[in-house]
């Protein structure tokens, strides 16, 4: 199965914009990977999915077109625009194998908190 | 609207049983998979296992098989997740999510908290 790595942590200033990048380890490139945001306190909630070639299927109910998503060989990438305080959250990334009765397992990267400076 | 309400918080000692709950509403129960995350005091999400409830065909990370029971009653719309003996370090938050292609749906998580 594949490990997610994500770094620890991001920072970005008010109204600017930041890029998380989610890296698949060698020989997964073509897995899809999930954003989930987790605001402070609060659990997670699904943001969007990401293959090689972008976005898969619709964004997260209320996610805000200032996300977007790319995907590149093994990276995984989640772009905010516009940087507002309520982005202030830890971001995951996660990846499955399988569905119905194939399905394997889930896998999550250790997670990126980002500060609104 | 979909939801997956989770039963509340619990203070155990180790050595203690505990099972903990997560009701969904809103939507057909058995047309989706439960899963079950672990999220220990300042870190990232751990997938533990998941369950469809229709048969009750479960799987479980390696790294939880045998450590923890998932199941399901979908004559009420519950999934559980138990375990018969607590150690401290299974002192974490526990979310439940609906799974189709992705986690779309959470609960607002159970706290576990294990302490002699």
């Known amino acids: 199965q594949p490990v997610l790595t994500q770094p620890p942590s991001a920072s970005a200033s008010l109204g600017a914009s930041v890029t998380l990048t989610c890296t698949l380890s060698?020989?997964?490139?073509?897995?899809?990977v999930d954003w989930y945001q987790q605001r402070p306190g609060k659990g997670p909630r699904f943001v969007m999915q990401v293959g090689s070639g972008g976005i898969v299927g619709s964004k997260g109910e209320g996610i805000p077109d200032r996300f977007s998503v790319l995907g590149s060989g093994l990276n995984r990438y989640l772009t905010i625009k516009n940087i507002q305080e309520e982005d202030e959250s830890d971001y995951h990334c996660g990846a499955d194998h399988g569905s119905g009765s194939n399905f394997a397992y889930v896998v999550f990267g250790g997670g990126t908190k980002l500060t609104v400076l | 609207e979909v939801q997956l309400v989770q039963s509340g918080a619990e203070v155990k000692k180790p050595g203690e049983s505990l099972k903990i709950s997560c009701q969904g509403s809103?939507?057909?129960?058995?047309?989706?998979?439960i899963g079950w995350v672990r999220q220990m005091p300042g870190k990232g999400l751990e997938w533990m296992g998941i369950?469809?409830?229709?048969?009750?065909?479960?799987r479980y990370s390696p790294s939880f098989q045998g450590q923890v029971t998932i199941s399901a009653d979908k004559s009420i719309n519950i999934a559980y997740l138990q375990w018969s003996s607590l150690k401290a370090s299974d002192t974490a938050m526990y979310y439940c999510?609906?799974?189709?292609?992705?986690?779309?749906?959470w609960g607002q998580g159970t706290q576990v908290t294990v302490s002699s």
């Open positions: 999510a609906r799974r189709g292609l992705y986690f779309d749906s």
């Open positions: 369950i469809y409830p229709d048969d009750s065909d479960t």
């Open positions: 809103g939507y057909i129960f058995t047309d989706y998979w």
């Open positions: 060698s020989g997964y490139s073509k897995y899809k």
